[in-house]
């Protein structure tokens, strides 16, 4: 398979990803925001394997363009043109016909793929978690469902934006489910009898072993085909709750076996993230009778200090508190986390379902390359609804279809070798020097300014304003290759023995 062409979100930075979107409205040809979504998701090679053979784009006046709500200011035209010019011709493989290859499961219960709603807002009322099944999701994990009162702040909300508008970070102050235990139990029952075929996995916080237990059962008795063990909410800290657990492992035990006896579900043990390693809780879960963990929760965090008010994001009538913190800027804890868990012989056998910044197919990928067998989401859902459930599951069918693998589960840990939790092992004796690709390259310095101000001095411009290196000085760090906005710059093919 050649190396993606990849067509950069800066390229549609302008496009909104509108809901009932008015480009798709005027095309008679094609679905310009759904090519848009792909794009904007990571999932411009399918999206190009399925265009129709001629670019229907190349004999109109762009009506798509004229209807745009900032009209003029996205390219939709040329770059539906790109997918067929400069993606389409290295595509090797047709879509697939059919999905079959995301079909696995979790703890042996069949999923039709590998995605799910995790415990939050997004899988939180009968209503919601229809229509995310509607939509293709192969379950949710419910809002945490607790025996006491939930009373929530507003706002409760905030978030870093990067270039665009879109979502870095996203900070949360927000508790459990406020429906009663019994309003739950009443959706379970609904959500099993008209969705018999989708997993409905409870999340759930006792403040004792008996309300572990007890609620363990009562989620059972009322259709819930797993359950996941709530150790980590950084909101529910008060009191022995949520993180306090996850950080003891006796207590993630304890309460693990209380849930046991009170099921015969699977469990998931979800610990928490605010720890420096999360093996002792997973092997407490296990002890306690866990079949699998989830990981991760949020992470607690402050944001947005106002230099007016002095208070912190969201702020509650000049009041703010530490709160989760989610979104892609936490993937790389996440995929640490996991890798940990995965790698211990002591969990093996143990179901992991990976959460934590996943928005693309791609992301959902390094996930399940590093040991999840299942893949949760809610903050790209937050921030741009169920339907990016087309490009999760298209865009992973896809690659897997491309690589030859005849499910998904063939991947799961193909990449914990090459993972070490020390770089003591890693190779030391060469050098690979950055590659300038002069004819990409504008000139504006950025990789000079890097190297002198933030590296070792060896790269200057010469007087066509052009990128020269000197061997002598340059260590391979690869920060220009970084830094450089016009992606001019690349690893060279070969490794210089160092002298």
Not at 130 to 150: H, L, M, N, P, Q
Not at 407 to 433: K, P, Q, Y
Request: charged share 20%; with cysteine.
């Amino acid at each position: 398979m050649p190396a993606p062409t990849k067509i950069f979100r800066s390229d549609m930075i302008r496009c909104m990803l509108c809901g009932s979107a008015p480009c798709s409205a005027a095309c008679p040809h094609l679905d310009p925001a759904a090519l848009l979504r792909s794009i904007w998701f990571d999932n411009e090679r399918a999206a190009a394997a399925s265009l129709p053979e001629i670019n229907p784009c190349a004999f109109c006046d762009a009506p798509c363009e004229k209807a745009c709500l900032r009209a003029g200011q996205v390219p939709v035209r040329a770059l539906i043109g790109r997918l067929y010019e400069e993606v389409r011709p290295d595509t090797e493989v047709a879509p697939p016909a059919n999905e079959d290859r995301l079909k696995t499961d979790l703890c042996g219960i069949p999923l039709e793929n590998p995605f799910l709603l995790s415990s939050s807002v997004v899988a939180s009322t009968y209503d919601m978690c229809a229509r995310a099944f509607e939509a293709g999701w192969a379950g949710v994990c419910f809002k945490t469902i607790c025996s006491f009162e939930i009373h929530e702040a507003s706002p409760r909300f905030s978030a870093i934006s990067g270039e665009g508008g879109s979502i870095i970070g996203f900070k949360n102050i927000e508790q459990l489910s406020d429906h009663s235990v019994a309003e739950n139990m009443e959706i379970f029952r609904h959500l099993k009898r008209n969705y018999p075929s989708k997993l409905i996995l409870a999340s759930i916080m006792g403040q004792n072993d008996a309300e572990w237990e007890d609620l363990a059962r009562q989620c059972e008795e009322n259709g819930a085909d797993a359950i996941e063990l709530n150790f980590s909410c950084p909101n529910m800290a008060d009191g022995g709750l949520g993180s306090d657990i996850g950080q003891v492992p006796e207590l993630v035990e304890r309460f693990t076996a209380a849930a046991r006896r009170g099921t015969t579900k699977p469990l998931l043990v979800k610990p928490t993230p605010n720890v420096m390693a999360m093996s002792e809780a997973g092997e407490a879960a296990r002890r306690g009778g866990a079949d699998g963990l989830s990981a991760i929760n949020t992470i607690k965090s402050i944001i947005g200090v106002n230099p007016q008010t002095y208070v912190s994001s969201p702020a509650v009538r000049g009041m703010s508190a530490v709160g989760g913190f989610s979104g892609r800027a936490v993937k790389p804890i996440a995929l640490r986390f996991i890798t940990e868990l995965a790698q211990n012989p002591k969990l093996k056998g143990l179901h992991l379902s990976g959460m934590g910044g996943v928005e693309c197919w791609s992301d959902a990928l390094e996930f399940i390359l590093l040991g999840a067998g299942s893949i949760q989401v809610t903050t790209a859902v937050m921030q741009y609804g169920y339907r990016i459930i087309d490009d999760l599951k298209s865009g992973l069918n896809y690659y897997l279809a491309e690589k030859g693998f005849s499910n998904v589960r063939e991947a799961i840990g193909l990449a914990l070798d090459s993972v070490s939790d020390t770089t003591d092992v890693l190779e030391r004796d060469t050098v690979i020097f950055p590659k300038f690709l002069r004819e990409k390259c504008s000139g504006c310095g950025r990789c000079e300014i890097s190297c002198l101000d933030g590296g070792h001095q060896a790269i200057s411009l010469n007087k066509d304003r052009k990128p020269v290196l000197d061997g002598k000085k340059c260590v391979g760090c690869h920060l220009c290759v970084l830094v450089c906005p016009e992606k001019a710059i690349v690893p060279a093919s070969k490794r210089i023995k160092k002298p």
